[in-house]
């Protein structure tokens, strides 16, 4: 055995206490330490002839990034849709690696039935039906990569073909309506050789809307004589958590062909609090579901489950036979039900987390969270500095620099706050107004931060 492997094994107590000493560092200095960063320009490494051994490479590690980590995991990062990791799911992440399961398989371990615990109990955090099977993916994106090829699959069924056999060809242009989808699910078409292009937007609700126009979705489906169609639903729109209203799009069924896909990355989690709960009403009709863990759940990255009520369309499209693998069984392994084959126990650190704190534990984060967009949102309104682009829904709060409409003036702002050390914001564009989002979904945020951020707004303008 190569020398620094040997002595890293004698010696891994050792390690593992230091590593201990880091973290416990970093975690106790993370309401101190700036919640964003930006790149490290460090003079290039060479790949050593005989390694360092863990503790220099350890040692080496701090010295060259220590001090530039950033607390994106903190309390006061509010952009993009970021949660932290709580105690329980650092504790579940770390006995992942340490037991570094595959998940392939039912045949050789319990990671299978981990897996589908962590989704049994989402399943209840989200008061979903028996009918929705569920398995993890890396994220959002692939989770409505996921979604929208099983909803391909079955459009292509629809035609009395299959496209996980045939291809494309098989079936004509498939269109996708939507109203204000997220950008991954853009990607996501291209990805899967739809085509960007083949989604067609539908108007959404007059005013400061971003739900769609359930009238406007209608006359679109009539347009298509019938062709079968995929509708993706946004519930949780990125710029200010709005919702569209799932139960009249689930009632357009009844009346036109077409695969529902909702994508609820953040929103999912309106379920966990009995006063949001109703924004998800009629989920129950979606044919294929994603919700990010690394969000609201605050796992950390990366994980994101895919749910369907279709799981036999979905084998059709992920199986991956092969006779060293076994014959597919009932209930599927994972490698038969998502893009990747090999991949980790993902589920883990979800599982340590929703035993850990329950349906109470994450209704107080969705409720804390949300009561403190609300308080900023109110703070905002009441100011001559900022101005309310949306009224706060969920959690998220959507603004604009009052009497500034240049994007470039809004991104030299938010680089000052960011420069600043106290919050991280992100820039967006809302209905051609150059804004700002702050979004909450990190399980230490509390009122004082909300203070700080305020104070450190004010003081950049
Ligand atoms: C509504 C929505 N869908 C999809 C995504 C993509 O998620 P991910 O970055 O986890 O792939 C996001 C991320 O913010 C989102 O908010």
Request: hydrophobic share 45%; proline share 5%.
């Amino acid at each position: 055995m190569n020398t620094q492997l040997a002595q890293d094994a004698c010696r891994l107590p050792e390690l593992l206490e230091k590593v201990l000493d880091a973290s416990l560092d970093y975690l106790g200095s993370i309401d101190d330490r700036p919640p964003a960063t930006g790149f490290v320009r460090n003079d290039p490494l060479s790949l050593p002839d005989d390694g360092l051994g863990t503790e220099r490479t350890l040692d080496l590690f701090a010295q060259r990034y220590g001090r530039t980590m950033p607390a994106s995991n903190g309390p006061r990062f509010w952009g993009f849709v970021t949660g932290g990791t709580t105690p329980a799911a650092l504790v579940g992440d770390w006995l992942t690696s340490v037991f570094d399961l595959n998940l392939t398989s039912v045949a050789n371990s319990p990671a299978p039935n981990i897996e589908f615990e962590a989704i049994q109990l989402l399943r209840e955090l989200f008061g979903l039906p028996a009918a929705f099977t569920g398995s993890f993916v890396t994220g959002a994106t692939m989770a409505n990569f996921a979604g929208l090829a099983i909803g391909r699959e079955w459009i292509a069924r629809q035609f009395g073909k299959s496209i996980a056999l045939d291809g494309l060809h098989a079936v004509p242009p498939i269109s996708v309506l939507s109203g204000e989808a997220h950008s991954s699910i853009f990607k996501v078409l291209a990805l899967l050789g739809l085509g960007r292009n083949s989604l067609r937007t539908v108007a959404t609700l007059p005013g400061d809307r971003e739900a769609v126009d359930v009238e406007a979705l209608r006359r679109a489906l009539a347009q298509l004589d019938d062709r079968p169609c995929i509708v993706v639903a946004n519930t949780g729109t990125v710029n200010t958590g709005d919702f569209d209203d799932l139960r009249a799009i689930a009632d357009l069924k009844s009346r036109y062909r077409f695969w529902l896909h909702v994508d609820a990355a953040f929103g999912g989690f309106a379920a966990c609090s009995p006063g949001y709960r109703h924004l998800l009403d009629g989920v129950d009709a979606a044919d294929s579901l994603t919700i990010d863990a690394h969000k609201w759940l605050n796992v950390p990255y990366d994980s994101a489950m895919i749910f369907t009520r279709h799981r036999d369309l979905q084998v059709a499209v992920f199986q991956n036979s092969a006779a060293y693998l076994g014959a597919i069984a009932e209930p599927p392994d994972f490698l038969h039900l998502s893009p990747e084959n090999s991949r980790r126990l993902r589920a883990l650190p979800a599982w340590f987390g929703l035993m850990a704190y329950g349906r109470a534990g994450y209704r107080e984060i969705v409720e804390r969270n949300c009561a403190l967009a609300r308080l900023l949102g109110e703070r905002i309104r009441a100011s001559a500095t900022f101005r309310l682009l949306a009224p706060v829904r969920l959690n998220v709060v959507c603004f604009a620099l009052a009497g500034e409409t240049d994007s470039d003036r809004v991104r030299e702002f938010l680089a000052r706050v960011r420069d600043d050390g106290q919050a991280f914001l992100t820039p967006t564009t809302f209905q051609g107004e150059a804004g700002i989002r702050a979004a909450f979904s990190n399980w230490r945020t509390q009122e004082k931060d909300i203070e700080i951020g305020w104070r450190t707004m004010n003081h950049n303008r």
